[in-house]
């Protein structure tokens, strides 16, 4: 698949956004807000321990590839 990264940049930097505080400051990560739902609809597992990554389920994978293809890939 041939990725539009100007689309993504853009997507990320929208995103970060979203974490803005201190003027032009933003948190490296996703807010946790995001997180928490991604959980509620069963697209990651338990939110639990103090690791920085997530896991993905195997729904939330397949809805994460899906939506890859479907908003940033070039047509």
Known sequence: MDLDT????AAALAILS?????????WK???WAITGRLFEKG???NPAG????????????AEA??????LFSKR
Do not use: P
């Open 65 to 70: 590839q899906a939506a890859l293809a479907e």
């Open 18 to 26: 979203l974490t803005l505080h201190d003027g032009r400051r933003v």
């Open 50 to 61: 103090r690791a920085k990554s997530l896991i993905l389920t195997e729904a939330g994978l």
């Open 6 to 9: 100007d689309k993504l940049d």
């Open 43 to 45: 697209l990651r597992e």
């Open 29 to 31: 990560g996703v807010d």
